[in-house]
């Protein structure tokens, strides 16, 4: 506890501008390192909630399929930021393999500002409802100057200066664009499925039922969710509170416990992986023109196995090596019958004469 307070007053000296990067990655890694995570998911999840980015998720089925790359790719690639910086050498080849992600879509700016805003605010709010203290002054502006410079180097345009005006900006983008779309609902339900494989059963059955707690409700309504019932909502509550209340308590024990891999699908990230192997990848076609592979390691068919970054045994070539072609046999010329017996010595015989 003694660090922990150490840690708050080390905050309060720091700048929120010029100092950042320094301050989320302590907000981040050192304070509340599993509620910002789950801040983050719910970040992901609303923006889910509006058609036109839903439908962008959607194209070729790739997040219903490897949603867990999906998260992986987002949960590294920022990861990298913040603990190295976005003007650091990882930092700037993780920016860039987020923009090599964006450029195949046509995205609208309004709707990259929004999700900028989400990866802002959704964390703020989780931790001050449920995390072992609520946020300072200082780290949520230092989250919002962070944010915003990364928005810049994304070429994201038109970002609000100040913290207030882009929450602003945040309400009334969902008040205006928020409505249900069947692209909504099927990507939010592969992300509800996401969480709750992470769960063995039948725990992960009770878990799934206490998440649609974490949205509030016009998110459900766009994303098609039904309410949950009062029993998930009092085990939900009970749970987070309970989480929160042991992080105060025992910080180094939850830190054990809580302790997620960090990339399901880059089994052992970052030892063996390259960073520029992370993300979406460009794949050239046969008539020039390029897709992007989403595969994911260790949970694709073998079709897709060549498409995957990170470590894996030589691959056996499938093709079959040409036999050699052996000439037709050379047909023997036939020889008359060898002689034998008495017919060979009467032919000797013949011969002295």
Aim: aromatic share 10%; proline share 7%.
């Amino acid at each position: 506890m003694r660090n922990r307070l150490t840690r708050v007053r080390l905050l309060n000296t720091l700048d929120p501008r010029e100092d950042c990067q320094e301050i989320q990655r302590i907000y981040t890694k050192k304070e509340f390192p599993w509620d910002y995570g789950r801040g983050l998911e719910v970040a992901l999840w609303k923006a889910c909630c509006v058609p036109e980015i839903s439908a962008i998720l959607q194209q070729g089925g790739h997040f219903e399929l490897f949603s867990q790359k999906r998260y992986d790719d987002t949960r590294i690639l920022l990861g990298e930021i913040v603990a190295h910086g976005y003007n650091s050498t990882r930092g700037r080849q993780a920016i860039k393999q987020i923009n090599r992600a964006h450029r195949r879509f046509d995205l609208d700016n309004e709707d990259m500002l929004y999700v900028l805003s989400t990866f802002i605010y959704e964390p703020i709010f989780w931790i001050d409802r449920w995390a072992w203290r609520k946020s300072i002054q200082v780290e949520k502006l230092a989250s919002f100057h962070f944010f915003c410079a990364i928005g810049k180097l994304m070429n994201v345009t038109d970002i609000p200066t100040d913290y207030d005006e882009f929450l602003r900006f945040k309400q009334d983008y969902e008040r205006r664009r928020f409505r249900y779309a069947e692209s909504n609902e099927r990507v939010g339900k592969a992300i509800l499925s996401l969480y709750s494989s992470w769960h063995p059963w039948p725990i992960n059955r009770l878990f799934s039922a206490t998440l649609r707690c974490r949205l509030d409700g016009p998110a459900r309504q766009a994303l098609g969710f039904a309410d949950p019932t009062a029993l998930a909502r009092a085990a939900s509550f009970v749970g987070l509170r309970a989480h929160g209340l042991a992080e105060l308590a025992a910080p180094r024990l939850m830190a054990k416990l809580m302790t997620r891999p960090s990339a399901r699908t880059y089994p052992g990230y970052p030892h063996g992986y390259d960073l520029s192997h992370i993300g979406a990848h460009e794949l050239a076609t046969d008539n020039g023109a390029t897709t992007a592979s989403q595969t994911g390691a260790g949970y694709v068919d073998a079709a897709l196995t060549a498409q995957l970054p990170g470590p894996r045994r030589p691959e056996r070539s499938t093709a079959r090596t040409p036999r050699e072609t052996v000439p037709p046999e050379t047909p023997r010329t036939s020889q008359p019958p060898r002689p034998t017996g008495s017919r060979q010595s009467q032919l000797l015989s013949e011969d002295r004469k």
